[in-house]
C-alpha cells in the first residue's frame, strides 16, 4: 500500500490543496470542450473519471473531513455519477497510509514508546487506511490485535475544512436563513466525536454489549490499557469485507441470515437503546468463516433525542402517512414545513413528502421485505432524479427539517444499500423479541 510521508494541517495548507484540485478540474473542463466535439458519446464520462480520480487524489492526501465526505456520498450510488462513486468508495478502507516514522512518532507522542515496544509484535505497514486513520496488525501476550491510528491534525482541521465546504453547500443545495448553521453544527460535532477515540472505545464496549443478544452477530474485545483519544486497541477480526462478500456469494440463505442480522442490529440500536451506528458502509462490517457478521468500528455513533424519534416514525407509520391532518401536523413537528412558508412552498413540500415517505418507508410497513426487490430500488433512483431536475424544488428554500435527519437518513439509505447488495429478505419486527421491552411500539403495516 502507497504510504504518505505529511500531512497538510494547517488551514492554509489545506486551503492551497484544494484550491490546486480546483484548478485541475477546470483544466479538465477545457479539455473536455474539445473531446465533446471529436468523440461526444463518451466525453462526459471521461471527465468524470478524471474528476473524480483527481478530487480523490487531493482528498487522500488531505485526510479527515473532506475525505469523510467524500466516503458518505460514495454509499448513495443516486446522488453521483459511477465514476465519482467507485472511486471516493476506496475512503471506506482502502487510501494511502502513513508511512512508519509518522506512525512512531504518533505512538511517542501518546504512549511515550515505539509501537514495537508497546507490543510483541507490530506489522508498520498498514493492513487498511480510511478517512481518519488507518489499521495495523500487532500481538501482545499471544492475542492478535487491530491497532487503529488517527492521522495527525486531523480534529484540528475539521472546523477550518468545514468553513471551505460551507459556501459550496449552501448553494448547492439552496441552503438559505441564519439557522442552516445547525446542520453544520451537526456534521461537525459528529466528525469530532469520531476523532475523540476514549468515546468511541467507551460507545464501542456499551453498544456491543447491548447488542450481544443477537444471534449471528461478533464484535472485537477492546483493551483500554493499550488506547487513549487517538489510538485505539482490539482483536484483529478475521473474514471478507461485506463488499467483496456481496460479490462472490452464491448462497441465499445465507445472504438473507447476514441481512435479518443487520437489519436486527440496526432497529434494535434504534428502537431499543435510542442511538446507532450512523455509518453503515461496507467497510465496518466483516463475514466470518462461520458465516456471522462482524461488526468493527463504532466511531459514528448518533443519539437519537425522544422528541426526534417519536415524530420521526410515526411519518413511517402507513396510516398516518394517509392521515392528512395529522401528516401535516408531524411536518411541522419535524420543521419539515414552517409557519413562514408561502401556500406555494405549504402545498409543495407537503405533497413531495408524503410521496417521498410513502416509498422510503415501504421496508417498515410490511412483516418481510426483500431488499432484491429491483423495483423498490428503481424508484428511489427516480426520485432522486427527479429532486435534480424538479425547477420547482430548486427554487424554494430547502432549509428545513431537524437536523437530525442528516444522520438518521444517512443510516437508513446506507442500511438499505447494503441489504439490497447482500440481496437480502428480511423479517422487519423480527428484532422485538431481542428487546427487553415486549411492548415495543410497532409500525402498522399497510392495509
Avoid at 159 to 185: C, H, W
Avoid at 212 to 235: A, G
Avoid at 395 to 410: A, D, L, T, V
Wanted: proline residues 4%.
Amino acid at each position: 500500500m502507497k504510504s504518505i510521508d505529511k500531512i497538510p494541517v494547517g488551514k492554509v495548507s489545506r486551503a492551497s490543496k484544494l484550491i490546486s484540485t480546483g484548478l485541475k478540474v477546470g483544466t479538465n473542463q477545457l479539455k473536455y470542450y474539445g473531446d465533446r466535439l471529436i468523440n461526444p458519446e463518451d466525453a462526459r464520462e471521461r471527465l468524470n473519471e478524471k474528476n473524480a480520480e483527481d478530487i480523490y487524489n487531493s482528498l487522500s492526501q488531505l485526510k479527515g473531513s473532506s475525505l469523510k465526505v467524500a466516503q458518505m456520498l460514495s454509499m448513495d450510488k443516486n446522488v453521483l455519477p459511477e465514476a465519482y462513486v467507485e472511486k471516493f468508495s476506496l475512503a471506506q478502507f482502502s487510501v494511502p497510509a502513513l508511512s512508519a516514522p509518522l506512525v512512531n512518532k504518533t505512538f511517542l507522542k501518546y504512549f511515550g514508546q515505539r509501537p514495537q515496544e508497546l507490543f510483541d509484535e507490530f506489522v508498520s505497514e498498514a493492513s487498511h487506511a480510511a478517512s481518519i486513520g488507518q489499521v495495523h496488525k500487532a500481538v501482545k501476550d499471544g492475542k492478535e490485535l487491530a491497532v487503529k491510528i488517527q492521522y495527525p491534525g486531523v480534529a484540528e482541521s475539521i472546523s477550518s475544512d468545514l468553513a471551505i465546504v460551507k459556501p459550496i453547500a449552501k448553494q448547492m443545495f439552496n441552503l438559505k436563513g441564519g439557522d442552516t448553521e445547525r446542520y453544520f453544527r451537526e456534521v461537525e460535532s459528529k466528525l469530532l466525536e469520531e476523532t475523540d477515540y476514549v468515546l468511541e472505545l467507551n460507545r464501542s464496549l456499551e453498544i456491543t454489549q447491548a447488542c450481544s443478544v443477537i444471534p449471528h452477530l461478533r464484535f472485537p474485545n477492546y483493551y483500554k490499557d493499550w488506547s487513549n483519544e487517538r489510538i485505539i486497541t482490539m482483536d484483529w477480526m478475521h473474514g471478507t469485507h461485506l463488499s467483496a462478500f456481496e460479490k462472490s456469494n452464491q448462497a441465499q440463505a445465507l445472504a438473507d441470515q447476514l441481512g435479518q442480522t443487520l437489519w436486527d442490529f440496526y432497529m434494535y440500536q434504534i428502537h431499543v437503546l435510542r442511538k446507532v451506528h450512523a455509518d453503515p458502509h461496507p467497510g465496518n462490517f466483516l463475514v466470518n468463516d462461520q458465516g456471522e457478521l462482524v461488526a468493527i468500528d463504532f466511531g459514528c455513533i448518533k443519539e437519537i433525542p425522544e422528541s426526534f424519534y417519536t415524530p420521526y416514525f410515526e411519518l413511517a407509520d402507513y396510516e398516518n402517512i394517509h392521515n392528512d391532518e395529522l401528516f401535516e401536523a408531524k411536518l411541522f413537528e419535524l420543521e419539515i414545513l414552517k409557519k413562514e412558508d408561502s401556500a406555494e412552498e405549504h402545498a409543495f413540500f407537503k405533497s413531495f413528502f408524503q410521496e417521498l415517505l410513502a416509498l422510503f418507508t415501504t421496508p417498515l410497513q410490511s412483516d418481510s421485505f426483500d431488499f432484491n426487490n429491483a423495483d423498490f430500488f428503481n424508484k428511489i433512483a427516480e426520485k432522486g432524479q427527479q429532486i435534480s431536475k424538479d425547477k420547482a424544488f430548486r427554487k424554494f428554500n430547502q432549509n428545513r427539517g431537524s437536523e437530525h435527519f442528516i444522520y438518521m437518513n444517512r443510516t437508513f439509505f446506507g442500511l438499505y444499500n447494503l441489504l439490497f447488495a447482500l440481496k437480502s429478505n428480511v423479517r422487519v419486527k423480527d428484532f422485538v423479541k431481542y428487546s427487553p421491552d415486549p411492548n415495543l411500539p410497532i409500525i402498522k403495516k399497510a392495509s
